[in-house]
């Protein structure tokens, strides 16, 4: 996909303050951890076309209104994944402003949980 320079403006800025993980890093942190939330945070039409199997829904555009009432634990962790890493990156940012402590964004989000055979379903 082709990004403006603006938004990767943005993305390249909360990515200073924000962690990565690979889809290795985050299959083991799931595994060590059965509480930690595997979050896609894509548009509707995203998630149903297609998610990863465990994964919850927080979209982009509602993420900041809705997380608090979802997850009020600010010590939960949180994975959070896009289509390609650049969206989770702003969410993760937001979510730690928002006092997260334990929030980090996929690297190559769902293409890459594609690309390392995450089990995976579509629908809502």
């Known amino acids: 996909m082709d990004h403006s320079p603006g938004f990767l403006a943005l993305v390249n800025e909360a990515k ?18 059965p509480k930690a939330i595997l979050m896609d945070v894509r548009e509707d039409h995203e998630w149903i076309a297609g998610h990863a199997q465990e994964a919850v829904h927080l979209g982009k555009g509602i993420l900041e209104r809705d997380l608090e ?7 939960a962790e949180i994975i959070m994944y896009c289509g ?10 937001a979510a730690q402003k928002m006092g ?13 949980l594609v690309a390392a ?8």
């Open 100 to 112: 997260y402590r334990k929030v980090t964004s996929l690297i190559d989000g769902y293409k890459g």
């Open 84 to 93: 390609g890493g650049f969206r989770s990156a702003l969410t993760c940012d």
């Open 117 to 124: 055979n995450w089990p995976m379903k579509s629908g809502s």
């Open 69 to 75: 009432k979802l997850y009020p634990d600010k010590n």
């Open 16 to 33: 200073k303050h924000v962690t990565e993980v690979s889809v290795a890093e985050a299959r083991a942190r799931l595994a060590a951890n």
